[in-house]
């Protein structure tokens, strides 16, 4: 973790772990870290995590033609999602890609205007 006054990466130290006492089973830690370098303290709120016992769920035997058959499926499905994807990214950029020739066409027709208007002012001046 990085300290967040002298920015030195990796140089918080736990110091403390105080634990809420509120709920039956403490799930909430407020830790304490101290930076190695500059002494500078941070608290985070952590959550503890209760210990989950590893179960053996019994094995169900599935004959590999069925896994083989869903699994044909799939890849078409996400071959449709990514051209979907493709043609949307292509319509974007074309809109883009218009979007940059309107912008300039107005920024064309308006340096005319202004060209034509200073002639007018320079011919204006002359007669």
Not at 31 to 55: A, E, L, W
Request: hydrophobic share 40%.
């Amino acid at each position: 973790m990085q300290c967040l006054s002298c920015r030195a990466d990796n140089k918080m130290l736990l110091m403390d772990v105080l634990r809420d006492q509120s709920m039956k089973e403490p799930t909430i830690e407020h830790q304490i870290y101290m930076c190695s370098i500059c002494r500078h303290t941070k608290r985070r709120v952590g959550f503890k995590r209760n210990k989950m016992p590893i179960t053996h769920l019994p094995v169900i035997p599935i004959p590999i033609e069925k896994l083989w058959k869903e699994r044909g499926a799939v890849p078409r499905t996400w071959a449709n999602a990514v051209e979907k994807l493709r043609k949307k990214q292509i319509e974007l950029k074309e809109r883009a890609a218009a979007e940059k020739i309107v912008q300039a066409n107005a920024v064309e027709a308006v340096r005319r205007k202004q060209t034509a208007l200073a002639e007018q002012v320079v011919q204006s001046r002359h007669v």
